[in-house]
């Protein structure tokens, strides 16, 4: 079999993208709100049903600048079982990240530990709809009201969910996105942040750009965040594709499923919540060892013999990296679930273009390995 990554990237067709390249060459505004960079956040926001939306040349700087915008100071609270990006956001700010442990059932933050971990210098919570799964947004909302505190969601793995009927996006006082060629939908590099307001939208533009507000007033110390004109045109021809995208990332995930549901120590995520419109943005799988027969670690390398190339994504732990390992929330007794998922946990391959008969190669040999 042909090697078969854990993902590939959704790419727009060459020949509709042509067009948009030369009206840029004619044009000649390549960055700095741009004729696309507009187009792109009109489009977003009617596709992902959101009122304002800022966008950026990645999804880690919409997390640093969030925290800026809402000048978040002190101790924020944030979960260990994610990319690095979370909490490097925090930590660039000054700010002290605050592990709590997650949920099993969701790898979200436990809403439940969250109150524990609130200390007079809280000012906000950093949670993740990790593998685009909705956290528990009625409950931290709840909490947050309750503190006084402010709720940035990253949500680099969520796009186009939804909970309720509503996107995921409009809970908390921010959202951000990853374009990263890694997701869902992806600008090759690139981000947004979402905000509620047309003020708060206009000072996050501030901020993107240094924090030039005309040409000679420069209302903060901002950033370079902004995406440019053709990453944004990219981004417009490919959102067009995205609905198809999730539609056969659903067919691989139901596939996955039908074939591991019987197999004893192979757990997977639950997508029958009624209440959730799903992107399947990854297809995570725990590996208990007793019950299985191997390890993690045993099952990534046998697939890699067979040219299946998984991810251990989220290992390891945020915690356990050497930035944060020192704080007292980060110790693994603080977190015991979140380290069992990290020891557990491979990401199996899920792509547009993935074929449903590789998805059950792939299950064949999940099989064959047990012992
Ligand atoms: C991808 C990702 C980011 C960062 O996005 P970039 O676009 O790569 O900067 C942040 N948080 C999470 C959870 C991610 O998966």
């Not at 999804?59 to 969030?66: R, V």
């Not at 685009?132 to 969910?161: M, Q, R, T």
Request: net charge negative; aromatic share 12%.
């Amino acid at each position: 079999m042909e090697r078969i990554n854990v993902t590939s990237p959704l790419l727009p067709q060459l020949e509709n993208f042509q067009p948009y390249l030369e009206d840029i060459w004619n044009r000649k505004w390549l960055t700095n709100n741009g004729h696309y960079h507009q187009e792109l956040e009109k489009a977003l926001c009617e596709y992902l049903k959101i009122d304002y939306i800022s966008l950026y040349t990645n999804g880690t700087l919409p997390l640093i600048t969030a925290l800026q915008a809402l000048r978040i100071t002190g101790e924020v609270i944030t979960t260990p079982y994610s990319f690095c990006a979370t909490t490097h956001s925090i930590w660039w700010n000054g700010i002290k990240p605050v592990f709590v442990d997650i949920d099993p059932k969701t790898c979200n933050l436990d809403p439940e530990k969250i109150e524990a971990a609130i200390t007079p210098r809280t000012t906000a919570i950093m949670p993740v709809h990790c593998y685009g799964i909705p956290c528990d947004v009625e409950a931290i909302e709840e909490i947050a009201n309750k503190y006084g505190l402010s709720v940035i969601y990253d949500a680099a793995h969520a796009f186009g969910v939804e909970y309720k009927g509503r996107s995921i996006l409009n809970y908390g006082d921010m959202s951000t996105l990853s374009f990263h060629a890694t997701k869902v939908y992806n600008t090759v590099e690139g981000g947004a942040l979402v905000t509620h307001d047309a003020k708060t939208k206009k000072r996050i533009d501030f901020l993107k750009n240094f924090g030039f507000a005309d040409e000679v007033t420069i209302v903060a110390p901002g950033i370079n965040g902004k995406m440019d004109e053709i990453r944004s045109a990219y981004g417009l021809v490919n959102l067009k594709q995205v609905d198809e995208a999730i539609i056969l990332r659903k067919k691989i995930v139901e596939t996955y499923c039908d074939g591991l549901n019987n197999i004893a120590g192979i757990r997977h995520l639950d997508y029958s919540n009624k209440n959730i419109k799903h992107n399947y943005a990854y297809f995570p799988i725990f590996i208990d060892k007793e019950k299985y027969g191997i390890s993690r670690d045993e099952l990534y390398e046998k697939l890699k013999e067979n040219n299946i190339y998984g991810r251990r994504y989220f290992y390891p732990l945020i915690s356990n990296m050497t930035t944060y390992k020192g704080y007292d929330s980060a110790h693994p007794d603080n977190l015991p679930i979140a380290n069992k998922l990290a020891d557990e946990v491979l990401c199996l391959p899920i792509y547009k273009d993935l074929k449903l008969s590789e998805v059950e190669k792939i299950v064949s040999l999940i099989k064959g390995f047990r012992n």
